[in-house]
């Protein structure tokens, strides 16, 4: 009994062995794969995110409804959904609307590795989060609506998406391509009018001349997401300072746009921001409570209170950079966004 025991525990070992050692290879080959092709992004991007691929175990059945709810999240949790105690959601926006590619495209605010990167101090909160604190910031600012109970089957689905994107991910979460990419911000206000001829050289196409955006044919999700207006994000998200909407709009727009290859500049990326969040959107409620400590405040911040006496316009259109330098010199902070 005692040999067939030793023998289980050696064959478990050599499998396991041969698990890591697969991985590791796989690694490798997609390495020396981007660098052939002239990637120089790393190969975590090319590992398999295929949802569908997955067998129908009971923690893959709610996978695969995490990735649901990413891509077609009005449908399950929206206004239209058919159920009044699952309308969470104030907008028809969905998660892949910001987090390009099911959350998988490098400078569109990637989510591989995000679950090792939670619990996570925030600047908002001036506390350290969980995963579904941060996924209920979402859900009342980027969907404008209301929080996810976090014990309910659609808070736990999506964390396990999450899970599944992160199970290659280093241990502390860090990838390149996390967030958006650096931008060069201008030492200027935005230029309105430039901000427009840009949107309508560039977005409309997809957008619409309205900015309002499309519907996909299910009629519950964007295929082209709205800009402002109603059904877009309110003016407490991230995407609703300039800094931030410019950093991902130079990486991923118009539609298609990589990192490695942007269409717009710097500066077109600035104004097209600019003009982009001077729309209407809806307000969120109570957002003089965010970041309690206000030196943590982000600089393009669209809502007062500030700990400096700048405009509320100049910190909604800038110029930028003497607020920066306020905050460095004031409270040596180093603002960048």
């Known amino acids: 009994m005692k040999i067939l025991a030793l023998l289980k525990k050696r064959v478990a070992f050599f499998a396991i062995s041969i698990v890591c050692i697969s991985a590791f290879l796989m690694l490798l080959i997609l390495d020396i794969i981007s660098i052939n092709s002239g990637s120089r992004m790393?190969?975590?991007?090319?590992?398999?995110?295929?949802?569908?691929?997955?067998?129908?175990s009971e923690k893959n059945s709610s996978v695969r409804y995490g990735y649901q709810l990413f891509n077609e999240t009005p449908k399950y949790i929206g206004p239209d959904n058919g159920d009044l105690t699952m309308a969470f959601q104030g907008n028809r926006l969905a998660c892949k609307n910001c987090h390009l590619n099911s959350g998988t495209k490098p400078y569109s605010a990637p989510l591989i590795g995000i679950i090792q990167r939670f619990p996570q101090?925030?600047?908002?909160?001036?506390?350290?989060?969980?995963?579904?604190?941060?996924?209920?910031?979402c859900m009342e600012r980027s969907m404008n609506?209301?929080?996810?109970?976090?014990?309910?089957?659609?808070?736990?689905?999506?964390?396990?998406?999450?899970?599944y994107l992160s199970r290659y991910a280093p241990e502390d979460g860090k990838i390149e391509g996390q967030g958006f990419v650096s931008l060069r911000i201008p030492n200027r206000a935005v230029n309105l009018d430039h901000g427009k001829l840009v949107f309508e050289k560039n977005c409309i196409v997809c957008h619409t001349s309205s900015g309002l955006g499309v519907l996909e044919s299910n009629g519950f999700t964007y295929e082209y997401p709205p800009l402002w207006g109603d059904?877009?994000?309110?003016?407490?998200?991230?995407?609703?300072?300039?800094?931030?909407?410019?950093?991902?709009?130079?990486?991923?727009?118009?539609?298609?746009?990589?990192?490695?290859?942007?269409?717009?500049?710097?500066?077109e990326a600035y104004d097209v921001a600019g003009y982009i969040n001077q729309q209407q959107r809806p307000f969120k409620?109570?957002?003089?409570?965010?970041?309690?400590?206000?030196?943590?405040?982000?600089?393009?911040?669209?809502?007062?209170?500030?700990?400096?006496?700048?405009?509320?316009?100049?910190?909604?259109?800038?110029?930028?950079?003497?607020?920066?330098?306020?905050y460095k010199k004031k409270y040596n902070v180093t603002k960048t966004k």
Do not use: C, W
């Open 42 to 56: 790393p190969s975590i991007y090319y590992m398999n995110y295929d949802v569908e691929s997955l067998s129908d």
């Open 121 to 137: 101090f925030r600047g908002r909160e001036n506390k350290i989060g969980t995963i579904q604190e941060r996924i209920n910031g």
């Open 145 to 163: 609506g209301n929080m996810l109970p976090e014990e309910s089957k659609e808070m736990k689905a999506i964390v396990k998406y999450l899970e």
């Open 231 to 267: 059904d877009s994000f309110n003016h407490g998200a991230g995407m609703a300072r300039v800094i931030t909407s410019a950093k991902f709009i130079k990486a991923n727009m118009p539609f298609g746009t990589t990192y490695d290859a942007p269409v717009l500049t710097d500066e």
């Open 285 to 326: 409620a109570n957002p003089e409570k965010d970041f309690p400590d206000l030196i943590k405040k982000p600089v393009s911040t669209p809502y007062p209170p500030y700990a400096d006496s700048f405009s509320v316009e100049q910190h909604q259109k800038g110029p930028f950079q003497p607020i920066i330098d306020y």
